[in-house]
């Protein structure tokens, strides 16, 4: 038999985000729970050196989300691991159903899920996914000690699984459409300077090839994007570094999307187009992508579904008007 579970604030999702809006929300009082979904800590879960978050000069990814969860539930957060597969906001209580078969309702919710890793499309990145194709260096990078990679992407992300996998691999080619790259300058002059790395600049990859017998990348086929000659580069393992798409499908129909379905918030606040519903970090952000950005839209995620709860009960203890009979 499935449990029905109710609290004042359902937190959907477990990044910097979701776990100091949790932070918040207990402190407030407002006893939250929070469902971790499919990926527990975020994208820094699979970072390594983390350094650009205040008060650590250097801290190591999962470490930092490890903290926050702990703190989430030292100040009486309810945690829960399950993943919400459906939500429907279109009356209060609102209701979310869990993989596990629960219902969780809740008065507010706050929608902190994340972003998830853009592919390609390609057929063949698709049949080499897991057997050489990876969008996560840290995950996979170990398997690549002493051969030669691939990276594409020209962003940050690009750029740290480039100079992470200089650690295992022993030459990284990173390929760029453009002829510059997006990233950091800091990390951009550590790539620059990195004695493994080779840039293939005004390059796109038309397609992996690999053997199915073992299965197993062997290569990547790159297109200039100017002159269409086609470079073939040997590798054996293939890293997928270009960005991240908000994970929005369970509010696709729900709430007002935009920039390719990041969830829109009003100015300055993480209220959206539906009372009640906030949403905070890499879901509604498409500009600064950042944890500590995150972490504050998790603050005010917390701030304003306390306000928004405050006047809902205010509204509820107004005795009705009645006009006296003439």
């Known amino acids: 038999m499935s449990e029905t579970k109710y609290s004042k604030v359902l937190i959907v999702g477990s990044g910097p985000a979701g776990y100091t809006a949790a932070v918040y929300a207990s402190r407030a009082m407002l006893e939250p729970v929070l469902v971790q979904g499919i990926q527990p800590g975020g994208q820094l879960t699979i970072t390594t050196e983390v350094e650009n978050w205040p008060g650590d000069t250097e801290v190591q990814g999962p470490d930092l989300m490890v903290r926050m969860e702990a703190h989430a539930r030292a100040v009486g957060t309810e945690i829960i691991s399950d993943h919400i597969q ?3 906001l279109s009356k209060r209580p609102f209701t979310a159903v869990g993989d596990s078969g629960t219902t969780y309702t809740c008065d507010a919710i706050i929608l902190a899920t994340g972003a998830q890793a853009k592919w390609l499309g390609l057929p063949s990145e698709e049949h080499f996914k897991g057997f050489g194709v990876s969008a996560c260096a840290t995950c996979d990078g170990f398997f690549y000690r002493g051969q030669e990679v691939v990276v594409i992407g020209g962003g940050n992300t690009a750029v740290e699984e480039a100079l992470f996998l200089t650690n295992f691999a022993s030459k990284v080619t990173l390929v760029h459409r453009r002829d510059s790259l997006r990233a950091e300058k800091i990390l951009q ?3 620059f300077k990195n004695p493994k790395v080779e840039i293939l600049w005004d390059h796109s990859v038309e397609e992996v090839v690999g053997a199915d017998n073992p299965r197993g990348v062997e ?13 073939e ?3 054996k393992g293939f890293f997928v570094a270009i960005g991240h798409a908000p ?3 369970l509010v696709k129909d729900q709430l007002d999307l935009h920039n390719g379905g990041y969830v829109v918030t009003k100015p300055d606040s993480t209220a959206t ?3 009640g519903v906030f949403a905070a970090g890499d879901l509604t952000d498409h500009i600064y992508r950042q944890a500590v950005t995150s972490a504050g839209m998790g603050c005010m995620a917390a701030l304003e579904a306390e306000k928004f709860l405050a006047e809902q009960e205010e509204a509820e203890e107004q005795p009705a008007t009645v006009d006296a009979a003439e």
């Open 219 to 231: 290569g990547v086929r790159a297109r200039h994007v100017k002159t269409g000659e086609i470079t």
């Open 233 to 235: 580069i040997p590798c």
């Open 86 to 88: 459906s939500l429907d």
């Open 189 to 191: 002059h550590r790539l």
């Open 247 to 249: 994970a929005s499908e």
């Open 273 to 275: 187009s539906i009372p």
